[in-house]
């Protein structure tokens, strides 16, 4: 098992009234168990607001969680200091959403790249070239793409560099967080492609979070469905297209497909 998250939970408080007497909390992420095998690849789908890019920083610890345990290869890394975490940073990666804001326009991609070396420490010049050369190849871009800078580049390249860029330190967990959303669809297909010649080439396992469920499908084999903060449906790709059981997951499906399902708003409320 690589990656397994036990009774996980963030909650941020609101802000205090004067009088009020208890504070409340927004439970972005509420209870969530997961588990993720080496080589498979599991969409994490939901609307704005349902806690599935909260639940992926948790698991990246950019943000604690205010309960539960997270695992990583059977380790847990839920109370580790960033000291102690910085040598297992680089086993799980991420791939943001929008391409144009998560690479810095004044860097090159030579820079771009370069920087994911600080999680490795020392490595030698002809190393980081070589390597560097590498991902840039990997992911379909010319190593002469080192010396230009991100307005250069369309936005399906961008993405390609930011896939390169988390590539680089060989991870085991790749979570990619709306990674193709921002992109049209004929490019959303380029990209797809390309990840799943990068799962083969680099051994990898992804955590794809995203609204899209056509997506989901063509590179998913199972489907965790989040709703306020809770995993609602769990199961196989095939399974939930074909058998959706909980009424959010029916919503979903008809929102994305020509799929004709039965529900009230009223079934979805989580006690």
Known sequence: MLLELKKVKKYFPLPQELFQKEREYVRAVDNVDLTINAGENLGLVG???????????????LYPATEGAVFLEGKDITSLSNKEMRPLRKNIQMVFQDPYSSLDPRCTIRNVLNEAFVLEGKVVFE??????????RAVGLSVSSLDKY???FSGGERQRIAIARALIMNPKLLILDEAVSSLDVLIQEQVIDLLKELQDKYDLTYLFITHNLR???KLCQKIAVMYKGKIVELAGTEEVFSNPIHPYTKKLLA????????YQEDEFEIK
């Open 215 to 217: 997506v989901v499908r």
């Open 255 to 262: 929102a994305a497909l020509d799929y004709k399902a039965n």
């Open 47 to 61: 609307e704005s607001g349902s806690g599935k890019t909260t639940l992926g920083r948790i698991i990246l610890k």
């Open 127 to 136: 190393e980081r070239i070589k390597r560097m050369k590498g991902v840039l």
């Open 150 to 152: 991100p307005h250069e």
